[in-house]
């Protein structure tokens, strides 16, 4: 497809804006806190297909970040550090597709 590219950038903008938006429900929920550890054992709840869905995303994430840093230096990208930061500060679902898109645009 020629203008693929563009399909990672609307991917990473619905993920960034989706990720933000249940953060902002889940401080609102602990008073306008963000509680990291709280955050963090939401995810490895006693429900098995929760737990499943943890696992599936974090082998995901690993995998993909893991991509990210070593494609990122194979083809020296600029600024691949901060795709790096918004994995962990913004999320996956926004840092990976924003990467993919700006590494198309990079191949092409």
């Known amino acids: 497809m020629k203008n693929a590219h563009y399909l990672y950038l609307v991917l990473s903008i619905v993920g960034g804006s989706i990720t933000a938006y249940y953060v902002f429900i889940g401080m609102q929920a602990n008073h306008g806190h963000f509680d990291v550890v709280t955050f963090i054992q939401s995810t490895w709840t006693s429900n098995p297909y929760a737990k499943s869905l943890t696992f599936d995303f974090w082998t995901g994430a690993i995998a993909g970040t893991l991509f990210m840093l070593v494609e990122g230096i194979r083809i020296k990208m600029k600024y691949l550090y901060l795709y790096l930061a ?18 198309h645009r990079q191949l092409a």
């Open 86 to 103: 918004a994995t962990l500060l913004i999320g996956f679902a926004f840092a990976f597709p924003l990467f993919l898109f700006v590494r």
